[in-house]
């Protein structure tokens, strides 16, 4: 129904965002064909942005975060939830300035890497100089967001998700023709 799309002036947004959803798990073996985005976030100056992410995210019932004070249960094995987390999701890394400062960021990021997850950079840092580069990112989509528009996010790390499961499928169909 048209109104499961939201507000009226968000409904053409919200359909393009289903639309990359829809056409990703036809290409998927997700079973429930419901998108997990991993939020990668600094905490002490992350965490607002992270829970407006969550909760942009939550609003559209066909995608699923993973965030991890939700996610990891108390007495979990925490370090392996967090990287089947990282493996089976899109990545959307709020890179503040400091995230490269937090061990399990600068992991999160590794996992994505070792993973070939789709991931995406939110550039965040308010710092007018930048320190050289340190994190494997420069290969990731990057998004800025200085109007606050969480949408752009996620249709990027949605049409990310897309360009992998395309690249996927033709590499096991190239595979199958050997």
């Known amino acids: 129904p048209i109104n499961d799309l939201g507000e009226h002036a968000l409904r053409a947004g ?14 998927s073996d997700d079973a429930d064909g419901r998108m997990k985005l991993f939020i990668s976030h600094a905490k002490k100056d992350g965490a607002a942005i992270a829970l407006a992410m969550k909760a942009q ?5 066909w995608l699923q975060p993973f965030y991890d004070a939700c996610d990891i249960l108390p007495g979990a094995p925490w370090r392996r939830v967090l990287k089947n987390g990282v493996r089976d999701s899109v990545i959307v890394v709020l890179r503040t300035d400091i995230y490269e400062q937090r061990p399990w960021c600068v992991q999160e990021i590794h996992w994505a890497e070792e993973f070939g997850c789709p991931s995406v950079v ?3 840092r308010m710092a007018s100089t930048m320190p050289r580069e340190s994190l ?12 606050g528009n969480l949408m752009r996010i996620l249709n990027a790390a949605l049409r990310e998700a897309m360009r992998v499961q395309l690249f996927r ?9 050997l």
């Open 57 to 61: 995210i939550q609003s559209l019932r």
């Open 122 to 124: 939110v550039d965040l």
């Open 14 to 27: 919200n359909l393009g965002l289903l639309t990359l959803q829809r056409a990703w798990s036809l290409l």
């Open 169 to 177: 499928r033709t590499i096991d169909l190239l595979q199958a023709a």
């Open 136 to 147: 494997p990112v420069a290969g990731m989509v990057t998004v800025t967001i200085s109007d």
